[in-house]
Structures are given as C-alpha cells and as structure tokens.
T-cell receptor, first 110, second 114 residues
C-alpha cells in the first residue's frame, strides 16, 4: 500500500521567512496530493492540493511542487505569519483513500 | 459555509463498552469517510462509504467497527467492544465526488477508553 514520508517533524522559522516541508510517496498510482493544516483541537483543513498532471501550483503565499518521477512533493510557505503556526500534513491519494504523512509542527518565531 | 459536524466532541467510555460516534456530512456530498488520529500521530484512514456500502476499509477497521447511514443526514461509526488502544480522535469527512477532490473534515470526536 501507499506510504507517505514527511520531513521535518518540527520546523521553526522567523516570522517573514519561508518554510519548506518535503514529502515522498511510494505508490506511483497515487494521483492526488492534498496538504492539510491542523490547528489545536480542530480537524484537518485543506490548504492546497495538486494533481498528478501538474508540476506546480501556487495560491498567494502557499505553493506546492510535485515531481512524479522522483515521487517527491513539497509545500512552500513564503512571508510566514504567526497564524501559520500549526501542524501541516501532506497526503497522497488514489481513488478515495487519503494516506497522510506524520505531520510537521511549524512554529513561527516573533 | 456548509461544514461537517460531529457529536459528541468528547466521549469517555469503559473498556468493553459500545460507542457510537455521529457525523452529519455536508448535505450534497455523496462520499463519506472515517479517519482516526491517535494522540501525537498521523491521521489514519479507516473506511470509505458510498451508496450505502463500504467502498474500502483499512486493516484497522476490523470486525469491532461498523458504519451506517441510518437516515438521509447522519453517518455513524460504531465500535462494538472498545479497547484501550481505541482511544483517539475520530474524524468524519465527506466529499461530493470521489477521487481527486477535497475531503472536508469535521472537528472530530475525542474518544477516551478507560
């Protein structure tokens, strides 16, 4: 089955700097890659997603890249703000089942 | 904005007891899911449900688990005889179409088994 690895597990960045989270997946048939943000006491919320026929997608300060050959995908957050502090999960999906990575706890330092 | 709701927010039960976790998916969604998250760990897929049938289930979803859509709005997860290791956050999710589309997650039910 699919296995998603995510790094780093914890990331601290100065406010205003960029944050990068990297993931790999194992199942070449996975075709949908969502990123979720989870704040304390809440369910995961989708922040951006990318499909396998696209290499890069951007939405304001958030961008995601996908390298299907290498089975790598990554999340880039620019100009980080205090409200970006949360746990971020990458995920890979084929059909209906979403397989999550272990999460990255992002701390934005003042 | 429509959202997935779950009740209760926190359920405490004794080992061996049955629990039912309830979810109200977004009204025009057709695909429903349960996930769980043990404290500090990743979110794990349990089961997907469409057209009143289980579409797929993980190895975690053994015979003690069952799902049901008893009416047009609720989607439930029943754990027949709870174990200590069932303690986790349980998230319900739904989406309108299957495959490459956003699943909307509820706020979760924290299940504590004593």
């Amino acid at each position: 089955g699919e296995n998603v690895e995510q790094h780093p597990s914890t990331l601290s960045v100065q406010e205003g700097d960029s944050a990068v989270i990297k993931c790999t997946y194992s199942d070449s048939a996975s075709n949908y890659f969502p990123w979720y943000k989870q704040e304390l006491g809440k369910g995961p919320q989708l922040i951006i997603d990318i499909r396998s026929n696209v290499g890069e997608k951007k939405d304001q300060r958030i961008a995601v890249t996908l390298n299907k050959t290498a089975k790598h995908f990554s999340l880039h957050i620019t100009e980080t703000q205090p409200e970006d502090s949360a746990v971020y999960f990458c995920a890979a999906s084929r059909d209906d089942k979403i397989i999550f990575g272990k999460g990255t706890r992002l701390h934005i330092l003042p | 904005e429509p959202e997935v709701t779950q009740t209760p927010s926190h359920q405490v039960t004794q080992m061996g007891q049955e629990v039912i976790l309830r979810c109200v998916p977004i009204s025009n969604h057709l695909y429903f899911y349960w996930y769980r998250q043990i404290l500090g760990q990743k979110v794990e897929f349990l089961v997907s449900f469409y057209n009143n049938e289980i579409s797929e289930k993980s190895e975690i979803f053994d015979d003690q688990f069952s799902v049901e859509r008893p009416d047009g709005s609720n989607f439930t997860l029943k754990i027949r005889s709870t174990k200590l290791e069932d303690s986790a956050m349980y998230f319900c999710a739904s989406n309108r179409t299957s495959g490459e589309s956003e699943q909307f997650f509820g706020p979760g039910t924290r299940l504590t088994v004593l």
